[in-house]
């Protein structure tokens, strides 16, 4: 007892919070077992999925039998990115639900893989792991061609971003630094069959598969009685990275705030009629108990980068290309952030030029030899463009009219 409460004490204030479900925390303090309101048992396993980058993968039994005393099968949310580092600590932990909580268990009694998204961090474990239990991968649809075929997804991805950097006016000679630095490169991960490609809107039992597309054109996000999983969607202290949707289809802003703002109404409808909060169990960071809350807050982050965005257009002598404003909001010094950088601020000047807030300001001289666009504000009261975000979506609407969005992203009735 004394160790586990030194353990707990070690975990971060918001970490602990999981307490909330009654769960205990593994000796090493890399893996919590979790309890719904119904008694379902969700495991919360911490891995190294990238250098400097940890991650949560969940195992819960076969949601067809979740209360079942001893699963003879177990669901996986997530492999890890199948780094060295990576697997090891799934491994590990598997071995501690095994010794610290569920005689039963063994790792070659995973039946499933099933994958928020497609991002290495998430399913490039998936052929080990597949390899070594057999068990089947399961993906959406718009995901799959990346998990099963990820060499011929990479090669096409890397020439699409090249023409996206020329237009973002990154010099020729630093655009295949930064593309390696990103990383999306052929034999960084190793493709696996899809057994089953999914759609959102699915029930396997108990759980409920949701499409919630933004941050990657497939994102999926598996609710379990009253806790969700919800990959890269929402997470606890960061903003999600977002994409522009002319380098990754149905992604973009207005994609990414419509799933938030699906997920909040799921959560609100989770508290009316199961008279509990729907905890979120993101991929990185902390679970979320308060989901409409941190959807609120994430907007007005958006809010604020666009803020930012239109003052360093008005304060700069000339019209600036994409890679200038990515450069002036957010240098690091890190060549490995800087795509993630670009394609943040591409994804806002997408959104807003959509809008008529942003204009391209030298549309008479870009060229298939001169693609770089150059923008400027195109609004006169600056004032008017804060809200952009929320007054396109009313995301913290008084005025909500929840059926539309509820039934289009798949969360309206059963
Ligand atoms: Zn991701
Ligand atoms: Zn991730």
């Given at each position: 007892m004394e160790e586990r409460t030194t353990t707990a004490n070690r975990l971060d204030a918001a970490t602990r919070r999981v307490e909330i479900f009654g769960d205990e925390v593994s000796s090493d303090g890399r893996v919590e077992r979790l309890r719904t309101r119904a008694g379902f048992v969700v495991y919360r396993i911490q891995a190294r999925v990238l250098p400097f980058l940890p991650g949560s993968i969940y195992l819960f039994a076969d949601p067809g039998e979740p209360l079942a005393s001893r699963p003879s099968e177990y669901w996986l949310i997530d492999a890890g990115s199948g780094s060295d580092e990576s697997n090891a600590d799934l491994e590990s932990a598997f071995r501690t639900i095994r010794e610290e909580f569920e005689p039963g268990f063994a790792s070659e009694k995973i039946k499933r893989i099933l994958l928020t998204h497609s991002h290495i961090d998430h399913f490039g474990g998936a052929n080990e792991l597949r390899r070594r239990t057999g068990a089947e991968v399961w993906t959406h649809a718009f995901e799959s061609r990346v998990v099963s075929s990820f060499n011929e997804q990479a090669c096409v991805s890397n020439v699409r971003s090249f023409h996206f950097l020329r237009e973002a006016g990154v010099p020729e000679a630093e655009i295949s630094g930064i593309l390696d630095g990103f990383g999306f490169r052929p034999g960084r991960a190793k493709s696996t069959p899809v057994a089953k490609t999914l759609l959102g809107g699915e029930k396997f039992g108990a759980l409920r598969t949701f499409y919630l597309?933004?941050?990657?054109?497939?994102h999926l996000a598996f609710q379990l009685d009253d806790v969700i999983l919800t990959g890269d969607l929402l997470l606890s202290k960061t903003l999600t990275q977002i994409w522009p949707s002319r380098t990754t289809p149905r992604a973009g802003v207005w994609n990414y705030v419509r799933s938030l703002r699906a997920l909040a109404r799921l959560a609100e409808r989770c508290e009316r009629t199961l008279g509990r909060k729907l905890v979120a169990l993101p991929g990185h960071e902390a679970p979320i108990f308060d989901v409409p809350n941190r959807v609120r807050q994430v907007v007005r982050g958006m809010e604020r980068r666009n803020a930012r965005l239109f003052a360093l257009l008005e304060e700069a002598e000339e019209p600036l290309t994409t890679f200038e404003i990515a450069r002036r909001m957010y240098w690091s010094g890190r060549p490995n952030r800087e795509f993630f950088a670009i394609s943040d601020v591409a994804a806002r000047l997408e959104f807003l030029q959509q809008l008529g807030l942003i204009s391209v300001a030298n549309y008479d001289e870009?060229?298939?030899?001169?693609p770089t666009f150059r923008f400027r504000n195109s609004f006169s009261d600056a004032e008017a463009a804060e809200n952009t975000v929320e007054q396109v979506f009313g995301v913290n609407g008084a005025d909500d009219e929840p059926d539309a969005i509820e039934r289009d992203a798949n969360l309206g009735g059963d």
């Amino acid at each position: 007892m004394e160790e586990r409460t030194t353990t707990a004490n070690r975990l971060d204030a918001a970490t602990r919070r999981v307490e909330i479900f009654g769960d205990e925390v593994s000796s090493d303090g890399r893996v919590e077992r979790l309890r719904t309101r119904a008694g379902f048992v969700v495991y919360r396993i911490q891995a190294r999925v990238l250098p400097f980058l940890p991650g949560s993968i969940y195992l819960f039994a076969d949601p067809g039998e979740p209360l079942a005393s001893r699963p003879s099968e177990y669901w996986l949310i997530d492999a890890g990115s199948g780094s060295d580092e990576s697997n090891a600590d799934l491994e590990s932990a598997f071995r501690t639900i095994r010794e610290e909580f569920e005689p039963g268990f063994a790792s070659e009694k995973i039946k499933r893989i099933l994958l928020t998204h497609s991002h290495i961090d998430h399913f490039g474990g998936a052929n080990e792991l597949r390899r070594r239990t057999g068990a089947e991968v399961w993906t959406h649809a718009f995901e799959s061609r990346v998990v099963s075929s990820f060499n011929e997804q990479a090669c096409v991805s890397n020439v699409r971003s090249f023409h996206f950097l020329r237009e973002a006016g990154v010099p020729e000679a630093e655009i295949s630094g930064i593309l390696d630095g990103f990383g999306f490169r052929p034999g960084r991960a190793k493709s696996t069959p899809v057994a089953k490609t999914l759609l959102g809107g699915e029930k396997f039992g108990a759980l409920r598969t949701f499409y919630l597309p933004g941050h990657s054109p497939g994102h999926l996000a598996f609710q379990l009685d009253d806790v969700i999983l919800t990959g890269d969607l929402l997470l606890s202290k960061t903003l999600t990275q977002i994409w522009p949707s002319r380098t990754t289809p149905r992604a973009g802003v207005w994609n990414y705030v419509r799933s938030l703002r699906a997920l909040a109404r799921l959560a609100e409808r989770c508290e009316r009629t199961l008279g509990r909060k729907l905890v979120a169990l993101p991929g990185h960071e902390a679970p979320i108990f308060d989901v409409p809350n941190r959807v609120r807050q994430v907007v007005r982050g958006m809010e604020r980068r666009n803020a930012r965005l239109f003052a360093l257009l008005e304060e700069a002598e000339e019209p600036l290309t994409t890679f200038e404003i990515a450069r002036r909001m957010y240098w690091s010094g890190r060549p490995n952030r800087e795509f993630f950088a670009i394609s943040d601020v591409a994804a806002r000047l997408e959104f807003l030029q959509q809008l008529g807030l942003i204009s391209v300001a030298n549309y008479d001289e870009i060229s298939v030899a001169k693609p770089t666009f150059r923008f400027r504000n195109s609004f006169s009261d600056a004032e008017a463009a804060e809200n952009t975000v929320e007054q396109v979506f009313g995301v913290n609407g008084a005025d909500d009219e929840p059926d539309a969005i509820e039934r289009d992203a798949n969360l309206g009735g059963d």
